[in-house]
């Protein structure tokens, strides 16, 4: 099992073999902090190509004529950048190499696995077994966590029992 260090350390590299291929792996792990912290940087490239986008939309309209040749390539690598950097950014769980938080579908991947908080209960209904996810993690904003509780609570709350 690979752990997370504890915040302040340095990032930590461990090194693990595929089960399938049996190919040996480098894995960066990163403390919440540094994972928080890489979500920040991921996030300023991906506003920043937003910028470019619309600033380059407005001026398509603003300066036209012979500009739109650099604006409308301007407005395509901002809105790719930004596209593509955000969705870096929504999964970056602080753990690096061989493709893992890349938006891509690596070969080889880790998946964060923490048990559920202790602060939210299991949401099961008690007639039927029937069982609402919601994502948690530590590497996730906790406003974030709450809403996506929230939500799941009101499906459960919603939900009608097939068990009759």
Known sequence: MIVRPEDGEPAETWKVTCRQCRKKLEFTVHSVAGA?????????????GLAVLVASVVGCF?????????LIPLAVVGAATGYYVGGIASDEMGITGNGAGM???????VNLVESRPAE???????????????RWGS???KGFV??????AK??????TCRAG
């Open 146 to 151: 709450e809403r996506q509780y929230q939500e």
């Open 62 to 70: 603003v300066i036209g004529g012979a500009a739109l040749a650099l």
């Open 36 to 48: 928080r912290r890489r979500q920040v940087r991921w996030r300023a490239i991906a506003w920043t």
């Open 103 to 109: 938006p891509i579908v690596a070969k080889h991947s």
């Open 120 to 134: 939210f209960e299991e949401l099961v209904c008690e007639k039927c077994g029937h069982e609402e996810e919601f």
């Open 154 to 159: 009101a499906r459960l709350d919603a939900h």
């Open 139 to 141: 590497h996730l904003r």
